[in-house]
């Protein structure tokens, strides 16, 4: 048994250990953690300073997981997007592949409650199901392991899904989401890079939420990967008491920068049961787009998402005011500053454009990306 797996056998799962660990009332949660698993690693335990900080809301349950049960289970409707079991198909030319529900810690906000925590990985049988759907599907050229977390699969099994995806003429790239190097550092081994690496184009979107949670061995971890040639991007989920304010989020991206990890999403939290106490409005995260534009790099800019519900896919949200008209002569643009541009359409006349200053609204459209 590897260090990390020894690490994740320490993790807190049930309501005494919390009550040991945490001084929670194992009463007050029962019922909550006997619908949804629970899950935190020593690394993460160790990172929550107080009750109610923004690791504690993350991975503590709370009482209001049971709140809101009318929400949907499956709010993107992934069940009905899958041909073939474990395999999402939504977008034209790539496919999710779910290989494992089990996760290094399980978030109290996490989009597939219906789904982590349960036993098991990805059989052969349905890896072969799904790998034969991808052989048959030319369009596909992409395809995104997730789950669950996929970096809790051995290295062997984790090879064995990267090797048979690697047969498949057509498909250019893989990419692995996943939570482990900021939960579970100790996973990402020289061997498990040294692995990865010989499959390449492989990328990894990883999932951070608050400054917090870049420790000294969670920037080593990353830097292992980048070292091994995998370009990494991290997904971040707007929540509230968690990364809800400005300049949270401007730390979380500029952090991330620095273990050479590139911010991509800002997700809306999704619809999903017994999450509804996260959620913000849309007007806040617009709010804070607005205060990290052009007040630091633009590359620790992500695009803020709203996931559609009902499968809609992801839809890229900026603030109203960035495009304050377009028309057939020109571009009106105010800047993060609120100084106002304009830029003549090709065939236009720069020097006779004037601008009308009457409309406003919100580039609103469907995303392409996963």
């Not at 592949?97 to 996760?103: E, H, I, K, Y």
Request: hydrophobic share 35%; glycine share 6%; aromatic share 6%.
């Amino acid at each position: 048994m590897e260090d990390w797996q020894k690490e994740l056998q320490s993790s807190i799962t049930k309501p005494e250990d919390l009550a040991r660990e945490l001084g929670v009332d194992p009463e007050k949660i029962r019922s909550v953690m006997n619908e949804y698993r629970v899950r935190i690693t020593p690394h993460v335990l160790k990172q929550i300073r107080e009750k109610g900080d923004a690791i504690w809301r993350q991975v503590v349950p709370e009482s209001e997981e049971g709140d809101d049960l009318l929400a949907a289970d499956d709010p993107l409707n992934e069940d009905t997007d899958s041909p073939v079991p474990h395999l999402v198909h939504r977008y034209p030319d790539r496919v999710l592949l779910m290989v494992t529900n089990q996760c290094p810690i399980y978030c109290r906000f996490c989009t597939r409650k219906r789904l982590v925590g349960k036993p098991g990985f990805i059989s052969k049988g349905d890896l072969e199901r799904a790998i034969e759907y991808i052989r048959h599907h030319p369009e596909i050229r992409d395809v995104i392991l997730s789950g669950g977390d996929p970096l809790l699969l051995t290295d062997d099994h984790l090879e064995r899904v990267l090797k048979a995806l690697r047969k498949i003429p057509h498909l250019e790239i893989i990419r692995i989401g996943s939570r482990v190097p900021g939960s579970l550092p100790s996973r990402i081994t020289d061997k498990l890079c040294a692995m990865v690496k010989k499959y390449h184009p492989i990328y990894m979107n990883l999932h951070f939420n608050h400054p917090d949670e870049i420790t000294p061995e969670v920037k080593a971890a990353c830097e292992r990967l980048a070292d091994a040639g995998i370009p990494l991007g991290s997904q971040t989920v707007l929540l509230r008491g968690v990364n809800d304010d400005p300049e949270v989020m401007k730390r979380l991206m500029q952090k991330l920068l620095t273990c050479r990890v590139k911010p991509y999403y800002l997700y809306q939290a999704d619809l999903t049961r017994g999450t509804n106490h996260f959620r913000t409005t849309v007007e806040e995260g617009l709010r804070i787009i607005r205060a990290i534009q052009g007040h630091t790099s633009g590359m620790a800019v992500p695009h803020y998402v709203i996931d559609a519900p009902g499968g809609g896919g992801k839809i890229p949200l900026l603030p109203a005011d960035y495009l304050v008209e377009l028309n057939s002569e020109e571009a009106i643009l105010k800047n993060y500053d609120g100084g106002v541009f304009r830029y003549p359409q090709i065939d236009a006349d720069p020097v006779s454009v004037t601008p009308h200053m009457n409309e406003s609204f919100i580039i609103l459209n469907n995303g392409s990306q996963e």
